[in-house]
């Protein structure tokens, strides 16, 4: 009954909620738990079959009728429809969740066992794969190990078999079977240092990593854990490798000094073949030697290059094949050859004969391995000469030539001091120079071929080494012969000697050279010689005036100065000689450009502040002088303190001055002189000495870079002169427009004071009237026209005529103030006259008045004629056309008389 009205409830609840009620399934399911198999058995037992069998035929037919409501509600809800389909299936389900667990509890353990099964298997599998794995990598390792050792052993044999043989009964294929052997051993050797180097990596990371655990997923794709069986091994033999590249160093260094030395002999036995021109098999033999050497040395060459031991092939180079040509040749006596001691006359001629040997006999290996090292460590043929010294391996030229070359030369103290401080001005500048030369094509003389400068020299494309190389085929092995076109042809263009320069002015060492030239004392040894010279030729010009001879030039540079820039002062050719000298190529140097430009700078300053200081009067010419003048009075001698006295008289010295000093601002033609001078200074700087400033600073352009160096230099070079020749122009600008405007004018007004004389002359006088104009009319502009006349060719073309009309403005507008007193005078004394009646009348005569009239008309004309004979327009000044209208009105008085 209780299971009855439980149903009846739950079935309820689901009619009333138009679905089913989960928590009323939820109470069943409780309920169902609660019942256990006992207490459902002891309910059974109790009742009778009839009615048990009604109980269930009420309980189906319920159940019937649930299921076909619960269908219907399904069927009716949009939710329900989608349970629809498993309908056919509810009736497959246990008629209880109890039968249903126990159902599928078995079959879950089952599925359970099977998954512990395939999970024990997994981890079978894999460990033996990994097993597997790990084996194979120890035997690949173990194997890899054998290879080692078999090459370690192979190396070790090689180099033991390479110090028994005597390398002089070996061929000379033989030799050079071995050398290269040597080579591969060192390719060998640096395999092994490299791997040493890992193997301690590794072990160094394993061991910081041993704590580190790892959570990665079981899996055959899993790497194996890092193994350092092979680190280990490599450790092992970290001794035996370690003295294995000691002795491979050793072995490389020791047949390098032999083949060296070898080289060396053969090409001195070839050179003395040379001179005696000898004939025969020995000199194919030598020959052949020489070819079978420089093969020999880049093995040897190479093998240090892999060792990355570059320093000590440079080093063994310099020790062995350069210091022996440098201890010989480089000397005092050899510096000093040709001239007094300390003069290094003989600088220039010692270095050539040291690289001219250096080239002869190892010019064919230093090109060789310059050709050979150059593109090494990744660099390409696109990169710079910058980029190109980066990757050099070995660098015989800067590190095996130049260096015993500049050690020699500061090492030794007299030597040193001969060439860096000599003392002299002139000799410091010539072995500068001669060094800066000789270093600075280094790299070109000697990665040029031999063959190639001595057709150059001799103009002989035949020459007896030549002869020698082209007879010596005949005697070579024919195996030789025919790898012979195999060989490494070097093939140095422009770029790579660029690079090599580049590596040779980037050395530490040729920035020690640099500094052991002490350039800034040189600089004022020269510019106090220029300063001296300078202040000399102004204390001449001041004692003796311009046209002193002061100039110290050569002839040749003086008829220059006077026949191309029209110079005719000795003091400004002076000036101008000293400009050039100081941008000459023995007294320039390169690092003191700077200073030079600036040196000029000051010298073109102190000649303009003198010139400045003398037309402001400032500065004087002359002499003042003091001198003793003596006077004998009387013979009959006494001497009283210091005098000679007689009864006549007394002998005295009396002190005088002469007085000789003048201002020569005053003096007219000195003024335009000096202002010529300077025009002519000033067209020279901007037209000729900025370029020659240039050329010297930048003496040739080779490339794109060079080109726009020289523009620049020269675009800065000439701001900097124009900037200091600006000051020029002005001066020119005063002396004309001022100076001389004033020193002209006052000289043609001087004559104006006759002009109050007209008057006097026809007063009272009883005289004609006057038919020609005053003689002092023609006095006044004459000044200027000698003047003109003298300086026409030295006159600035920029000024023009403009000077010279400010000169006939003030004249003319003083001389027409002259004759407007003048007329205001005749006037009032004839209205005086005749109040008088003391005036004589003249029948058919001119008054004294109006042949005064006539008189200062006629030198009216005679004046604006001499005014446009200058090339002034008398309409243009106002001074002129106030005269014109003062004295028109004896323009009738003219025409009388020339009537009559």
Same mark, same amino acid.
Request: charged residues 20%; contains cysteine.
């Given at each position: ?34 019942? @256990?198999? %006992? ?21 189906? /037919? ?8 619960? @269908?219907? !509600? ?21 008629? =209880? ?12 353990? #089952? ?53 028994? *043989? ?39 990371? @394993? ?6 655990? &790892? ?65 025969? !098999? ?74 001219? =040997? ?71 500048? $010539?072995?500068?120079?001669?060094? #800066? ?53 070097? #093939? ?8 090599? $320069? ?29 300063? /001296? ?18 100039? @110290? ?20 050719? %002076? ?42 009067? +400032? ?5 003042? %002088? ?9 013979? &009959? ?21 002469? =007085? ?31 370029? /020659? ?32 020749? +600006?000051?020029?122009?002005? *001066? ?49 502009? !004459? ?21 010279? +009309? ?41 008054? =004294? ?9 006629? #030198? ?41």
């Amino acid at each position: 009954m209780s299971l009855h009205s439980n149903n009846s409830n739950h079935t309820h609840g689901g009619t009333d909620n138009n679905m089913i009620n989960t928590s009323t399934i939820t109470s069943t399911n409780d309920d169902s738990s609660a019942l @256990t198999s %006992e207490s459902w058995a002891q309910s059974l037992s109790s009742l009778s079959t009839p009615l048990l069998n009604s109980k269930l035929t009420a309980l189906r /037919a319920r159940s019937h009728t649930l299921s076909s409501n619960l @269908t219907a !509600r399904l069927a009716s809800s949009p939710s329900g429809q989608s349970l629809l389909h498993i309908g056919p299936s509810l009736s497959t389900l246990p008629p =209880d969740l109890h039968s249903l667990l126990s159902n599928i509890s078995p079959m879950l353990k #089952d599925v359970h066992d099977y998954q512990s099964a395939n999970q024990n298997e997994l981890v079978r599998i894999v460990t033996s794969g990994k097993i597997i794995q790990r084996e194979v990598r120890r035997s690949k390792v173990a194997l890899d190990c054998a290879q080692l050792l078999k090459d370690f052993k192979a190396v070790e044999h090689i180099l033991s078999e390479i110090k028994m *043989i005597s390398f002089s009964d070996l061929s000379s294929s033989e030799e050079l079977h071995r050398m290269a052997s040597l080579e591969r051993t060192a390719h060998a050797t640096l395999i092994l240092t490299q791997q040493l180097q890992a193997s301690s990596n590794q072990v160094t990371q @394993t061991l910081s990593h041993k704590n580190q655990s &790892s959570s990665s997923t079981l899996s055959m794709d899993t790497p194996l854990p890092q193994d350092t069986e092979w680190a280990q091994f490599i450790m092992k033999l970290a001794p035996r490798i370690r003295a294995l590249e000691k002795i491979v160093n050793q072995a490389i260094g020791h047949h390098l000094e032999r083949v060296l030395g070898k080289t060396r002999m053969v090409s001195s036995a070839t050179a003395d073949a040379t001179t005696t021109r000898t004939e025969g !098999r020995f000199n194919q033999e030598l020959a052949c030697r020489m070819e079978q050497d420089l093969v020999i040395l880049g093995h040897l060459f190479r093998s240090f290059a892999i060792l990355d031991r570059g320093t000590d092939a440079e080093g063994i180079f310099a020790n062995v094949a350069i210091m022996p040509i440098v201890r010989k040749k480089v000397n005092i006596g050899k510096l000093d050859e040709g001239g007094s001691r300390g003069e290094c006359t003989g600088l220039s001629c010692l270095l050539k004969e040291v690289v001219q =040997d250096v080239q002869e006999v190892w010019g064919d290996v230093l090109i060789m391995v310059e050709g050979m090292f150059l593109y090494e460590n990744g660099a390409t043929e696109n990169e710079t000469s910058d980029a190109l010294v980066q990757h050099v391996e070995i660098d015989l030229i800067t590190a095996g030539v130049w260096l015993p070359i500049a050690t020699a030369l500061m090492s030794d103290p007299a030597i040193k001091m001969a060439i860096f401080s000599p003392g002299i001005a002139s000799i410091f500048q $010539q072995n500068y120079t001669v060094m #800066d030369v000789f270093l600075s094509e280094l790299a070109s003389t000697l990665l040029t071929p031999i063959s190639e400068v001595k057709q150059k020299d001799c103009g002989d494309p035949r020459n007896p080494h030549d002869e020698i190389m082209a007879r010596s085929v005949v005697s070579v092995d024919e195996d030789v012969i025919a790898l012979t076109h195999l060989y490494y042809q070097p #093939d140095i263009d422009g770029r790579q000697i660029q690079a090599v $320069q580049s590596r040779i002015y980037n050395h530490p060492l040729t920035m020690n050279y640099s500094k052991k030239w002490n350039v800034p004392i040189y600089y004022q040894l020269r510019f106090g010689e220029i300063c /001296a010279r300078l202040e000399k030729a102004i204390k001449g010009v001041q004692t003796g005036g311009w046209d002193t001879d002061v100039y @110290t030039g050569s002839n040749e540079a003086k008829e220059v100065w006077k026949d191309k820039y029209a110079f005719e002062l000795p003091f400004f050719m %002076e000036v101008l000689d000293s400009l050039t000298w100081m941008w000459r190529a023995d007294v320039f140097l390169e690092p003191l450009t700077h200073r030079f430009l600036r040196g000029t700078i000051q010298l073109l300053g102190r000649v303009i502040t003198f010139i400045k200081s003398g037309l402001e009067g +400032k500065t004087k010419f002359g002499l003042v %002088e003091d001198y003793e003048e003596e006077e004998d009075k009387g013979s &009959s001698n006494v001497t009283i303190q210091g005098m000679e006295r007689n009864s006549g008289g007394i002998e005295t010295t009396r002190s005088r001055v002469m =007085d000789t000093s003048y201002k020569w601002c005053e003096r007219i033609a000195d003024v335009a002189a000096v202002s010529w001078e300077l025009t002519a200074l000033s067209d020279y700087i901007i037209t000729d000495h900025i370029p /020659a400033i240039v050329k010297t600073v930048c003496p040739s352009a080779v490339s794109d870079v060079d080109l726009g160096a020289r523009f620049e230099t020269s675009e800065l070079i000439g701001e900097i002169m124009t900037e200091a020749s +600006k000051e020029i122009s002005p *001066i020119v600008n005063e002396i004309w427009n001022e100076i001389i405007v004033s020193i002209m004018t006052n000289k043609c007004t001087a004559p104006l004071s006759a002009v109050k004389g007209v008057a006097a002359t026809y007063r009272m006088t009883n005289r004609p009237p006057p038919t020609q104009p005053s003689p002092f009319v023609n006095t006044i502009i !004459r000044p200027l026209k000698e003047f003109d006349a003298s300086f026409s060719n030295r006159t600035p073309s920029h000024l023009g005529i403009l000077w010279k +009309k400010r000169i006939i403005d003030t004249v003319s507008e003083r001389y027409s103030k002259a004759i407007s007193e003048l007329m205001e005078t005749v006037q009032k004394t004839e209205e005086a006259l005749k109040n008088r009646k003391t005036r004589r009348a003249l029948g058919g005569g001119m008054s =004294d008045g109006e042949k005064v009239r006539l008189q200062l008309f006629l #030198d009216q004309r005679a004046y604006t004629q001499s005014v446009e004979a200058i090339g002034i327009d008398p309409d243009a000044v106002e001074g002129v056309q106030i005269l014109i209208s003062l004295t028109e009105g004896a323009q009738e008085l003219y025409e009388k008389t020339q009537q009559s």
